[in-house]
């Protein structure tokens, strides 16, 4: 009897993380390489120069700085190194952060009918606005940069979160999964 209680735990413990890992804040959209494309055959790296216009960046610039030191530490864990003249990989980043609305569908037991008089009720389903928050894609682009030619594409997409602390947070984790997944 108590094997059998300590099996049906460990199995609610295992159940509990893989659900945890699933909810993860980041979300690897997509990752798409080139045919033979194998980070192990590049040595060095560095990122095209950020390009926009006014001040289009201005509420952003310390994000991406951020976003470029953590894409540095993960590709120099994976054995490449950052140079200033003539790198074999060129990296390209694009950051996307759009309003979103958060609806939800009403129904009759949350929402009341309508009282119109004479004894007159209507009801219908409807969406409701609920909140609303930013959701911010990333997009990382390495090009070969002899050949001019993209070898491998990744995009992640997460809630940008109001706090600045789990924002630096989440960036890690986000480019840490995205970087994962170059072959």
Known sequence: MIKIRSFVWTLLAIGLMLVAAGCSPVRVVKTEAADNFRLAQYQTFNFYEMEASGNALAAYRQQMTFIQEEMT???EQRGLRQVDQDPDLRINLGVVVQEEVQTRETNLLT???TYFGQRRYTWRSEEVEV???NEGTLSVDLVNNSRNELVWQ???EAVVPKNAAT?????TKGVQKLVKRIP
């Open 111 to 113: 929402d009341p009918p």
């Open 167 to 171: 924002l630096r947070e989440r960036i």
């Open 73 to 75: 530490r993960a590709l």
């Open 154 to 156: 990744g995009i992640a």
């Open 131 to 133: 909140g609303r928050y």
